[in-house]
C-alpha cells in the first residue's frame, strides 16, 4: 500500500524560508511524476511543483518558478520542495502526490493517484 507523509511546515515571515519533505513508501517502480500542491482557504487547489521520478526532470508553476526548488533523494523515496523568497500570498495547506504517468503540464491534480495529508504553511508579513 502507498502512503505519503509531508513534514516541514511551520510558520515563517515574509523572505524566509523552509523545506518541505515528502516520504514515500510503498511504490517501487522507477516511472512516474511526484508533485507539490497546495491550497488555501477558499481557494482552488493549485500545483507547484512536479518531478519525474526517473528523470528528474521538473517543472514548476509561474507563481513560484525561480524560489521554489523541486528534488528528490537517489532512492527517490524522499521527495523535497526547498521554499525560499516567501510571501504572504504562499500560506497555504502543502501536499505532496504520486502519479504512476508522465507529470502534466500544466500541473493539474487528475493523473495523481496518492496524497499524503499535507502539512500547513504560513508566512506572515
Known amino acids: 500500500q502507498v502512503h505519503l507523509v509531508e513534514s516541514g511546515g511551520g510558520s515563517v515571515q515574509a523572505g524566509g524560508s523552509l523545506r518541505l519533505s515528502c516520504s514515500v513508501t510503498g511504490y517501487d517502480a522507477r516511472v512516474g511524476c511526484m508533485g507539490w500542491f497546495r491550497q488555501a482557504p477558499g481557494k482552488a487547489r493549485e500545483g507547484v511543483a512536479t518531478?519525474?521520478?526517473?528523470?528528474?526532470?521538473?517543472f514548476y508553476a509561474d507563481s513560484v518558478k525561480g524560489r521554489f526548488t523541486i528534488s528528490r533523494d537517489n532512492s527517490g523515496n524522499t521527495v523535497y520542495l526547498q521554499m525560499d523568497s516567501l510571501e504572504p500570498e504562499d500560506t497555504a495547506t502543502f501536499y505532496c502526490?504520486?502519479?504512476?504517468?508522465?507529470?502534466?503540464?500544466?500541473?493539474?491534480?487528475?493523473?495523481?493517484?496518492?496524497w499524503g495529508q499535507g502539512t500547513q504553511v504560513t508566512v506572515s508579513s
Open positions: 518531478i519525474y521520478i526517473g528523470a528528474r526532470t521538473t
Open positions: 502526490a504520486l502519479s504512476q504517468w508522465a507529470c502534466p503540464r500544466p500541473i493539474t491534480s487528475d493523473t495523481f493517484d496518492y
